[in-house]
């Protein structure tokens, strides 16, 4: 609706973006490049951040750039997953029935890997997204299936991915120690601050083939002081401010119409 008005040839707030369209924030560009290390390495991450602040878009950017010729990439998203279901996606993903005990599936997950190193010299990238949700015995198996080969290397590049809660509820407590001590990175995303939420603003806009600015200086400050550098806050409200502009006939959005919409269109 709104895109023919500000002549857009693409929908800028969506959660569809291509990936190489996706903004990256310094921190953001400083996390791809140690999760690159991460996958080269096959070490263990853990990706957190408040929630919204770009934990899927970071994942989504690091999978694209992964080259396929030399990493092949599991990804397991699941509340409830438990080590057995944890095989059982691993090995799915890599076209084979896992076996019904949970050993022997961690063994034929771990033969399968050397596998696809020694014959298809290849890496194995395995990101759990919303980590922050798993139960102790799931984060207890990554401490086994790391140590492997009398923890002389690990099988694979294993990077956990949550909200904050995941380090702050879980991995600092002592009972977490030992799984602790094996995190080779930790990457924390912060909020944007006010430059970078202009520029992820511009950045979307520019994706969506919009040449000109939209949002003025002082919509710009209401917009960071409404979603606090959240990226996904800001989406919702460019997104329902373009709407409203485009319902007033106004090709400019003020911080008049950014304080409107945060007030009467913003579900909390």
């Not at 996706?22 to 490049?33: H, I, T």
């Not at 076209?95 to 771990?110: C, P, S």
């Not at 002081?225 to 007033?248: A, D, H, W």
Request: net charge neutral.
């Amino acid at each position: 609706m709104y895109e023919q008005f500000f002549e857009m040839t693409h929908t800028p707030f969506t959660r569809d973006v291509p990936p190489e369209a996706l903004y990256e924030s310094p921190a953001m560009r400083d996390a791809l490049g140690r999760l690159a290390y991460v996958a080269d390495r096959q070490l263990f991450a853990v990706v957190t951040a408040d929630a919204g602040c770009g934990k899927s878009t970071l994942i989504r950017k690091f999978a694209s750039s992964l080259p396929k010729e030399k990493y092949i990439l599991l990804y397991l998203s699941d509340s409830k997953l438990t080590p057995r279901w944890f095989y059982r996606g691993c090995l799915d993903q890599l076209g084979l029935e896992a076996r019904f005990y949970r050993g022997d599936a961690k063994r034929q997950l771990q033969k399968e890997i050397e596998i696809v190193r020694g014959i298809q010299h290849k890496y194995v990238v395995c990101i759990l997204d919303e980590a922050h949700l798993l139960e102790k015995e799931m984060l207890e198996e990554f401490r086994f299936l790391l140590n492997y080969r009398f923890d002389s290397m690990s099988p694979m590049a294993l990077v956990l991915a949550g909200q904050t809660e995941l380090w702050e509820n879980k991995l600092r407590l002592q009972r977490y120690a030992a799984i602790r001590q094996r995190i080779d990175i930790n990457c924390v995303l912060p909020h944007l601050d006010r430059s970078e939420t202009e520029q992820y603003i511009k950045s979307h806009l520019s994706y969506a083939g919009c040449s000109r600015d939209i949002f003025s200086d002082k919509a710009l400050d209401e917009v960071f002081k409404v979603t606090t550098g959240i990226p996904r806050m800001i989406n919702r409200i460019c997104e329902k401010s373009l709407m409203y502009s485009f319902q007033q006939q106004k090709r400019i959005i003020d911080d008049y119409m950014v304080k409107y919409v945060a007030e009467h269109e913003m579900l909390a």
